[in-house]
């Protein structure tokens, strides 16, 4: 029998920013069984009380706990910064067998480093990007696999994404850009979205009037693409008058170098998900040997 979603025992290891985006948009678009997710950190008690009291999710606070909801389900989501990752993996490394799916969403790790960290070749493992909007079931997740997971295994983690957003199956060095577009993505629009606002404030109008109609248009602007399914270079032709005022303010944007600035962040980012990434691949040896 095939193990569905709403079967599958998953184990979050870290309650941070983006374990609470993914266990919100598992439970409350129904797909996951809350009694099934379990939960621990490191250290923050209250994190884990809250959720629990918000998703309905358990939550391991001492050892022996925490290693058994390891050892006993069969998806184990880790959810810890770049900077834990080697002594999270290797606290692991007793506790993961062969049957089990680990799904990663930290920024840079590759599988390559996970196996190296977890001293086996062949874990099923699913190195994932996804954004915080997974909260409200509109994240954007970018997925790459080993050889080592099972058709099922695979569905299992589509499932479990799709649950919370869209999902692109991509090839494993194209999950840095996927960070740089849809997994960092959010930040770019929260700060234009932040100087929309702070310029609106300027011009005269009330915070809240600036933030109501920011948050209005940002809305409607992505909406606008997804439902006419026309490029963002052609809506935005028709917003632009010849001569009026959107002209004015574009080519402003342009003096100011906006496009070059938001590709140069991207590959910024790209790059820093390849530098984290290989800072630790480079303690990998360190912590084996
Ligand atoms: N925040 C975001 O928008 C996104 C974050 N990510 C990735 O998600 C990961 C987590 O990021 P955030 O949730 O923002 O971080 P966060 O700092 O909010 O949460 C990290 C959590 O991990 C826990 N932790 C650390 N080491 C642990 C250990 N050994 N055992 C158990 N728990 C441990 C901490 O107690 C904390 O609860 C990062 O690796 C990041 O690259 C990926 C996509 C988007
Ligand atoms: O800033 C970070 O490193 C993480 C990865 C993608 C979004 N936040």
Do not use: W
Request: aromatic letters at 4%.
């Amino acid at each position: 029998m095939t193990l569905s979603l709403s079967q599958a025992k998953i184990t979050f290891i870290g309650a941070g920013s983006m374990a609470e985006a993914i266990i919100r948009g598992l439970t409350s678009t129904g797909e996951g069984d809350a009694s099934r997710v379990r939960v621990m950190n490191r250290s923050d008690v209250a994190k884990l009380q809250s959720l629990h009291e918000r998703y309905g999710v358990s939550y391991m606070t001492e050892q022996p706990a925490k290693d058994d909801a390891i050892a006993t389900a069969d998806v184990v989501v880790i959810a810890f910064k770049p900077k834990d990752a080697a002594e999270g993996l290797l606290s692991l490394k007793p506790l993961l067998r062969k049957e089990q799916l680990l799904v990663s969403v930290i920024a840079g790790m590759s599988i390559d480093t996970m196996e190296g960290l977890l001293g086996v070749t062949g874990q099923p493992i699913a190195r994932t990007m996804p954004n915080t909007s997974s909260t409200i079931g509109l994240g954007a997740t970018g997925i790459s696999f080993s050889s080592g997971v099972s058709d099922e295994q695979r569905q299992l983690a589509l499932d479990m994404f799709a649950s919370t957003g869209i999902v692109s199956v991509v090839a494993e060095p194209l999950l840095n850009a996927v960070n740089a577009v849809s997994g960092s993505g959010p930040a770019y629009i929260y700060y234009m979205m932040e100087a929309m606002i702070a310029g609106g404030v300027e011009l005269g109008l009330e915070p809240e009037e600036a933030r109501r109609l920011t948050v209005q248009t940002v809305l409607g602007a992505a909406s606008m693409v997804q439902a006419t399914g026309e490029e963002p270079a052609d809506l935005r032709r028709k917003v632009t008058s010849p001569n009026g005022t959107t002209q004015a303010a574009l080519e402003t944007l342009d003096r100011c170098g906006f496009s070059e600035g938001v590709i140069k962040a991207e590959f910024r980012c790209a790059e820093r998900a390849a530098e984290m990434g290989a800072a630790i691949s480079a303690s990998v040896t360190s912590h084996t040997k």
